[in-house]
């Protein structure tokens, strides 16, 4: 069946674990292809909600085999904390892999997280503080921790004893914190090594024999394209590739395996942290969004700011995505409006745009474009079929997959499972 890959269409929050949870329900493997415990996936079955940080959303099918991919970053304590919660819920994990290559947070990233975004004063970036970017940094700086050293500790404190230097030169000199010890570390992370074990493997095999058999692969991404590392508002982005393209580096799969790729948009947009965001609404309509919608962080528990659906940002992710179907979430959280906004297009400096610039200050100083459609003032949470939804939810769905060009193929009217809305089924 091949590879399927859900990506957030806008700033993340999108709405992308109840997306993967329902496409897993005829799935064999979910991969978490990037990202780390930056970000949060909510999915709501049986009326429980589970909350993920790390482990992918398909973990709540028994038979479909989960992987974290050698894209993401791994903080060991918050994915064993996942391991204790979803196992005490009596969630079968036999079926989660850790990859090898998935490099792992040490306790000094964190540190250095808050460190240098405290540093930046008026220029912070609205980081998580939970030591993400400089876990990649190291990445790329190949002085970086994988999963795989876990398993061969002696080869971990040799690295260490090169790498703790130059971080503690940093924290000392540069900052005035406090040095951390290796002996501290080297405990702490042999008991995650014994912890752990059970779940760390080459996925490569695992992977590759899934294809191999026909089976139907997900990947999961996290975060959305708005803050992909290139594509999006830079420097206001995460530290990966919430992309396609990243999501297919991260799950160690090539392109000619994709079958579909499916972006999720609620039907609003929303982003937390700092940053341009050209729809966004301030005042009573905000809050009323914010609060019907619980727009606070998974993880973080903030406040997300929120604005009217944007065609340009949608359209822009349709096409560095190549995204062939559109999942709409949210839809619900409208329904008692008199009116719904579509931003249509920018004007910048005189000059009409029809996607996100890359220059920040052009795109913090535009003015939007809008197209004013009637609300349904209606309940779509009971909404099973297409054509239970009101006329006017219709109308402005359909505009929106007009607009963008690109079909529906799903809409989300609520948390649970069965609020869901199958387009053409």
């Keep these: 069946m091949g590879v399927t890959i859900c990506v957030g269409g806008q700033w993340g929050d999108e709405g992308k674990g109840k997306v993967v949870d329902l496409l897993c329900e005829s799935a064999q493997m979910v991969i978490r292809s990037q990202g780390g415990n930056n970000a949060g996936h909510t999915v709501v079955a049986g009326g429980r909600t589970f909350k993920f940080n790390l482990v992918p959303s398909g973990i709540l099918h028994p038979d479909t085999v989960c992987v974290i991919g050698n894209g993401v970053v791994l903080d060991p304590k918050v994915v064993l904390a996942e391991v204790e919660q979803l196992e005490a819920a009596g969630a079968d994990l036999r079926n989660l892999v850790i990859s090898e290559r998935a490099h792992m947070i040490m306790p000094y990233h964190p540190v250095l997280d808050r460190l240098e975004e405290s540093a930046r004063g008026d220029d912070r970036l609205g980081t998580t503080f939970r030591g993400v970017g400089p876990a990649y940094s190291d990445k790329v700086r190949r002085i970086g921790f994988r999963v795989g050293d876990l398993q061969k500790l002696r080869f971990l404190e040799k690295k260490l004893d090169f790498v703790l230097p130059l971080k503690n030169e940093v924290l000392v000199k540069l900052y005035g914190a406090p040095p951390f010890t290796a002996s501290a570390i080297l405990e702490e992370y042999t008991d995650y090594a014994n912890r752990l074990e059970r779940f760390i493997r080459d996925p490569f095999p695992v992977v590759q024999g899934a294809l191999a058999r026909g089976e139907r692969v997900i990947l999961e991404g996290a975060q959305g394209t708005m803050l992909d590392l290139d594509l999006g508002t830079y420097p206001y982005v995460t530290s990966s590739y919430p992309s396609s393209g990243g999501a297919l580096a991260g799950a ?157 193929g799903l809409v989300s009217v609520g948390p649970e499972r069965d609020q869901t809305v199958w387009v053409g089924r």
């Design 252 to 408: 160690g799969i090539g392109p000619r395996e994709v079958t579909s790729t499916v972006g999720v948009f609620k039907a609003y947009t929303t982003r937390v942290g700092y940053g341009p965001f050209p729809t966004e609404l301030e005042g009573e309509l905000a809050e009323y969004l914010r609060e019907r919608g619980v727009e606070y962080g998974t993880t973080t528990g903030r406040p997300r700011r929120v604005g009217w659906f944007d065609v340009p940002v949608a359209r822009y992710a349709v096409g560095v995505n190549g995204i062939d179907s559109l999942a709409i979430t949210k839809l619900d959280v409208l329904d008692e409006l008199e009116r719904v906004r579509i931003c249509l297009g920018y004007r910048s400096k005189g000059r009409e745009e029809d996607h996100p610039m890359a220059n920040i200050s052009h795109l913090k100083h535009l003015e939007c474009e809008y197209l004013d459609l009637p609300g349904w003032r209606a309940s779509t949470r009971e909404a099973r079929s297409w054509g239970e939804l009101p006329p006017q939810a219709r109308a402005y769905l359909e505009r929106i997959s007009e607009l963008v060009g690109t079909p529906v």
